[in-house]
T-cell receptor
Framework: DAKTTQPNSMESNEEEPVHLPCNHSTISGTDYIHWYRQLPSQGPEYVIHGLTSNVNNRMASLAIAEDRKSSTLILHRATLRDAAVYYCISPNFGNEKLTFGTGTRLTIIP | NAGVMQNPRHLVRRRGQEARLRCSPMKGHSHVYWYRQLPEEGLKFMVYLQKENIIDESGMPKERFSAEFPKEGPSILRIQQVVRGDSAAYFC??????????FGSGTQLSVL
């Protein structure tokens, strides 16, 4: 799997956008970028994934750099329920298991 | 469509007893994964199974741990002769082939 690097923690004010960065400089051309999050005392939850172009869904947006060596998860309007650990993962193509790192702990300030 | 169901939610065992953790995947999902999360640590992959087959068990401890996903019924993660170090949250996930993972709420195992 491509090695991913994320900040250990971030803070954001409620109702403001949040940009969570991830570096994956060793990514190969066929590796997807996945984002999951884990709320306190719960299992991880799928957020979004993409390959080359930016992706949007009801939860978030994923902006992928042109060289694909980094990406940013965007929460457009953070709520208190978005407080969680966010994991950026890039499994090797064909590898069906996901390897979770330490992620970014997002704190939302009311 | 019910999500991934894990039971029990909490399991208490004394040292030396056996722990059996169950996971029912989402309907239509043929792939099951087990992960372990120690307190204040990240999720560690344990094993990946398809129906009646273990595909990847590279994260499973060599002794005392086993997993199965029979043709009928839930996937079972079995820990024999539990020790205090086995205390952790165990999460199961399921997926269709080559797709995103859907996780259960986990089983919190406490070994006294």
């Amino acid at each position: 799997d491509a090695k991913t690097t994320q900040p250990n923690s971030m803070e954001s004010n409620e109702e403001e956008p949040v940009h969570l960065p991830c570096n994956h400089s060793t990514i190969s051309g066929t590796d997807y970028i996945h984002w999951y999050r884990q709320l306190p005392s719960q299992g991880p939850e799928y957020v979004i994934h993409g390959l080359t172009s930016n992706v949007n869904n009801r939860m978030a947006s994923l902006a992928i750099a042109e060289d694909r060596k980094s990406s940013t998860l965007i929460l457009h309007r953070a709520t208190l329920r978005d407080a969680a650990v966010y994991y950026c993962i890039s499994p090797n193509f064909g590898n069906e298991k996901l390897t979770f790192g330490t992620g970014t702990r997002l704190t939302i300030i009311p | 469509n019910a999500g991934v169901m894990q039971n029990p939610r909490h399991l208490v065992r004394r040292r030396g007893q056996e722990a059996r953790l169950r996971c029912s995947p989402m309907k239509g999902h043929s792939h099951v994964y087990w992960y372990r999360q120690l307190p204040e640590e990240g999720l560690k992959f344990m094993v990946y199974l398809q129906k009646e087959n273990i595909i990847d068990e590279s994260g499973m401890p060599k002794e005392r741990f086993s997993a199965e996903f029979p043709k009928e019924g839930p996937s079972i993660l079995r820990i024999q002769q539990v020790v205090r170090g086995d205390s952790a949250a165990y999460f199961c996930a399921s997926s269709p082939p080559g797709n995103v993972l859907f996780f259960g709420s986990g089983t919190q195992l406490s070994v006294l």
